[in-house]
């Protein structure tokens, strides 16, 4: 096998692999992406029932009510709208009514957002990033939830740290989010 | 008085630097061996001073000196010592400088037993070395200073993030920047090679063994950041695909590639070019990891945009080395020799086959890490890229590569034979068809991913074990003689059989946890049984406590297997006064290599406690993998042929052993 052949094999075993890997990102691109809104946009954008997403906003204060079984409701509020949250499992240790909180999940068709995934940050000055800068874009930003570089810096620490709570378990994908 | 001191030493460093990225390229260019040697004193001084700079710190801490910004923001006067010390590295200025202080250790490592390098090799090396090094202290000086001083002293300090009062600070950030600084030696010897020209067998027999501790010590510190998340965090997760991890996985995936690589080069002088390149990119990701996790760009792209000054020096730092070497890459690359000639079913095609596969999986990640940030600042859009898009790319391009895995020991140089290594291979193939069997069997009704996937691991470390075999001729030769051949082996392949062992072990343990991972969710009040697979779990007594720092609500569970009682299990609650944060401490129960993992969660008024209740089956595994694999890499480090190799390179790998 002469030189140029040899080079052509490696290239175009290259390419193979590479164009495999490429189409499994665009693949799991369309699949797995999750977009955030914050309770506005939600009506804004009549998200569909079941289509999962993360929800961004502050808990209403006053909002949470905790049931039989760790079930628990909240609102998430960002100024403009309301919208209620079901959860049933374990808060994260840093939340708190009047925070920053990010559930992940879908709408049920009674339009409550059922979450399965909640996270909040292990820094008690730490404001969800989503739900800081979404804030901010509506001019509803407050300086006492003010956050420095250096809180983030130092929240990236400790590697998953800004992953918390989870819910009732979904078998395969549950165990790594 | 102190911190002063360290200030200083840590500018004299810079002053070092300078001289050191400088003189030496001017004697290599001249032919004068003093300017070159400038090299040597001036990297061992370089590490003098840094270290004098990083223990000054290290005092400033354990003396609570809150007249110190970094202290203050960092310590409390109340917290046990341990945790002042790894205090020091658990917050920003700290873990740069515990960063540039390991980025002047390997250069002051290469300068003391470099002896053996070619000259002009050893002072282009350390001067390029000073180029990163020199930027690192201009970063700290300017932006991240952690002698600043405050007018007022405060009395007392604000605590260390209490998620970071752990002994796993003490281990991780340390051991993971050994790996991630390691690889810009690598980097170096890289460059140098393109600004000489030359590049040959021996580069690579110098190169290899800096690779393997940098790859060592990453390994580690990522198997030890994972456990720590897996423990601290208290939900019993223990990889989350989030950005500051794959912040560390691409250079580990690219750093694997480059050590295998780099036997191509060694053996057979093939692959210069693209070993080059890849050293490059192992280290930029380094870099870019670095970016990512220092520059507050994840937490929150606005704090990016307000305060932007550190994050844009560090993005500066990245853009001009990564920019620059890979511009001198393109214009040099051409002038390196070309090198031995093989068949793509050889070891080298084997090799360069599992460089596709680590480094098309390392582009992955990188995409999926990246994606969101670009997305964000390009559309505004906000999305979230996790586990699942991480599952689907990353798992298929794994899997050919875990098959390729134990053919590649088999081949021979230059021209492989394999349907040879297939035959080899049947004994593996057939230990894994039984598992799947087996299993499948045992779980009839769950899904088929779990057997076959664990039957793949089998497949692993069976064939790494035939590999074994057949070096050996163990069933071929009497046993006496197979033991003398055994004994026999070069470090290096033993170093082979342990580390692709440690990846089936590692694939077993995280196929079992995912798969069969037991939970129980509820309310428990005193005197309440959980059973979870198999086990009793019954809440015995709930107790307050007094901490250093903390109060801690502590749970005491009994836990029975048949009615047999095994142990107590001790999950608590802490909250940290000074901060008012609390942490959850999870009780681990390890029985053989599975684990139960209780976690607390909130009190109700009724006084009932929420738990979290895990059972894990196999779950160590999935750290003990990597364990091996390390194990395997300072087999392969004490290998005698690089100690006595060709251009004698004893010395050096003396001092690598030092270094371990």
Known sequence: MTRKQRRLTIIGGSLAVLAVAAALVLNAMGDSILFFSTPAMVAEKHIQAGKRFRLGGLVQPGSLVRGDNLVVTFQVADGIATLPVFYKGILPDLFREGQGVVAEGALDSSGVFKADTVLAKHDENYMPKDVADALKKQGRWKDEHGTKPTDGAKAGEIPGASRSAQGTPQPGQGALR | ?660
């Open chain 2, 1 to 660: 008085m102190i911190a002063e001191a360290g200030h200083y030493a840590l500018v004299l460093a810079l002053g070092l630097a300078l001289i050191q990225s400088t003189v030496p390229l001017l004697g290599a260019r001249w032919r004068d061996v003093a300017l070159m040697n400038v090299a040597r004193s001036t990297a061992i001084a370089q590490l003098i001073f840094v270290a004098a700079s990083f223990a000054a710190l290290v005092t400033l801490h354990v003396c609570s000196d809150f007249s110190v910004v970094n202290v203050f923001e960092n310590s409390h006067s109340m917290k046990p010592l341990i945790y002042k010390i790894t205090g020091v590295w658990g917050n920003h200025e700290g873990s740069m400088l515990l960063w540039v202080s390991i980025l002047a250790l390997f250069g002051g490592l290469v300068a003391i037993f470099g002896n053996n390098l070619p000259l002009s090799l050893r002072a282009h090396v350390l001067a390029v070395q000073a180029w990163v090094a020199s930027a690192f202290y201009l970063f700290i000086l300017i932006t991240s200073n952690p002698f600043l001083r405050i007018a007022n002293p405060p009395i007392e300090g604000r605590d260390l993030n209490p998620v970071l009062q752990d002994i796993g600070l003490a281990v991780h950030p340390p051991m993971l920047y050994l790996g991630y600084v390691g690889f810009s030696i690598s980097f170096s010897f890289a460059i140098a090679a393109l600004i000489e020209g030359r590049i040959d067998a021996a580069w690579a027999r110098w190169v290899r063994p800096w690779t393997l501790v940098a790859w060592i010590f990453l390994t580690l510190g990522i198997a030890m950041g994972s456990y720590w998340a897996y423990y601290e965090l208290g939900w019993g997760g223990w990889w989350f695909w989030d950005p500051v991890e794959n912040a560390s996985l691409m250079p580990w995936l690219a750093g694997t590639a480059l050590l295998h690589s780099l036997v191509v080069m060694e053996k057979r002088n093939a692959l210069k070019v693209w070993t080059i390149l890849l050293s490059i990119l192992t280290f930029s990701l380094s870099l870019l990891g670095t970016f990512l996790v220092r520059s507050g760009v994840l937490t929150s792209v606005h704090a990016f945009a307000t305060d932007p000054t550190r994050g844009v020096f560090i993005l500066l730092i990245l853009c001009v080395f990564i920019g620059g070497s890979l511009s001198l890459y393109a214009w040099r690359a051409s002038a390196l020799k070309q090198g031995g000639l093989f068949a793509p079913i050889s070891r080298e095609g084997a090799l360069v086959l599992n460089n596709l596969f680590l480094t098309s999986a390392c582009a992955t990640v990188f995409v999926g890490t990246l994606y969101p940030l670009a997305l964000e600042v390009i559309t505004g859009d906000k999305i979230s890229v996790g586990a699942p898009f991480f599952n689907l790319t990353f798992g298929p391009l794994f899997l050919p590569l875990m098959i390729a895995v134990p053919f590649g020991p088999l081949l021979a140089w230059k021209r492989g034979d394999l349907l040879g290594a297939a035959q080899r291979l049947m004994g593996a193939g057939v230990a894994a068809l039984i598992a799947v069997a087996v299993l499948w069997a045992w779980t009839r009704g769950g899904s088929a991913f779990a057997p076959l996937a664990i039957g793949l691991a089998v497949f692993v470390i069976a064939g790494a074990l035939s590999d074994l075999a057949e070096r050996i001729g163990l069933f071929r030769v009497p046993l006496g003689t197979a033991v003398r051949r055994a004994r026999g082996m070069p470090r290096s392949s033993w170093g082979t059989v342990f580390a692709h062992a440690g990846v089936g072990v590692a694939l077993i343990g995280i196929v079992c946890e995912t798969t069969w991972n037991s939970e129980y969710i509820g309310s428990m009040k005193i005197s309440d049984v959980a059973p979870i697979a198999g086990y009793e779990l019954r809440l015995d007594d709930v107790k307050q406590r007094h901490g250093p720092n903390y109060r801690e609500m502590v749970a005491q569970f009994s836990a029975r297997l048949d009615g047999r009682l095994l142990d107590t299990m001790t999950p608590s609650k802490r909250t940290f006064t000074t901060r008012g944060a609390t942490t959850t401490e999870a009780a681990l129960l390890t029985r053989g290599a599975s684990q139960l993992y209780i976690s607390l969660g909130d009190t109700a008024r009724d006084g009932t406690i929420a738990v979290r209740i895990y059972h894990k089956p196999l779950v160590l595994l999935i750290w003990f993998g990597p364990v091996l694999m390390a194990f395997g890499g300072m087999l392969s480090l004490s290998d005698r042929r690089l100690r006595v190799g060709a251009p004698k390179p004893a010395k050096s790998l003396r001092g690598l052993q030092a270094a371990e």
